[in-house]
């Protein structure tokens, strides 16, 4: 097993890792997750005042019904010829009419707390679209920035790739393919040196078995951080 060349290899990545890593930690990528979060935000408020303002349209509708119907009765009920009623039927008459003026009185104290609701939830999805187009607007600068700032590492980027690509060949495929498993699971360095009785990625200690068993096969993955640990090759 020639563990040099993967080794080499890997040295180079890291060069690539390193590029690709300041690029995710730049101060305009971080602004940018922040306002697509915002975006996020707002259009969930959005949707969510949406639906709130669909029920208040419809409660709105039907005391408005309610509303109408009162007053037709209201009208019907006072259009009577007074001097045809008995006593009883004009007593009856005062209390369906006050009646009825208190279940206006209530309805219109109804409608006009569901008017107060749709106003806020008109102010609320305002200011939602406020918030959203601010963002949109900061979005376009930032990205600018931070797409300048990949612009001027991808050439970088590429040439490291290229090199990587013309080292390929000379290693072990049955290492690359370990190496290149490792990657797309995010663990690096994938290959790790084993020190002082243990991994040289998260410094586990191993246990003695592993240790022989290291010894024989000159790698062994590790249990905790699943790196490679390998053991050094003597000194030619
Ligand atoms: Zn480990």
Redesign the pocket.
């Known amino acids: 097993m020639n563990i040099e060349e993967i080794l080499n290899y890997q040295k180079k990545d890291f060069e690539i890792i390193k590029l690709e890593r300041s690029l995710n930690e730049s101060p305009n990528k971080k602004i940018i997750n922040q306002i697509q979060n915002i975006v996020k935000d707002s259009q969930s408020t959005s949707a969510a005042l949406e639906t709130e303002a669909e029920e208040v349209l419809l409660q709105f509708n039907n005391l408005k019904k309610l509303y109408e119907d009162n007053i037709n009765s209201f009208i019907i009920l006072s259009k009577k010829e007074s001097d045809t009623l008995n006593e009883a039927e004009a007593a009856e008459i005062i209390k369906l009419t006050n009646a009825m003026a208190s279940n206006l009185n209530i309805l219109e104290k109804k409608l006009l707390a569901l008017a107060e609701k749709v106003n806020a939830i008109l102010s609320g999805y305002d200011e939602a679209k406020k918030k959203y187009q601010k963002a949109k607007i900061h979005y376009k600068d930032v990205s600018e920035n931070f797409n300048a700032e990949k612009n001027e590492l991808s050439p970088r980027i590429a040439k490291l790739s290229e090199e990587l690509k013309k080292m390929e060949t000379k290693i072990e495929s049955k290492l690359f393919t370990l190496y290149k498993e490792k990657r797309q699971d995010r663990i690096f360095p994938i290959f790790v040196e084993f020190t002082s009785n243990g ?1 040289g ?2 410094m ?1 200690e191993l246990p003695s078995a592993q240790i022989e068993k290291l010894k024989r096969e000159n790698m062994l993955e ?1 249990e ?2 699943h ?1 490679y640990i390998y053991l050094k090759q003597p000194e030619k």
Do not use: E, L
């Open positions: 991994c990625g998260c586990m590790c905790n951080c790196r």
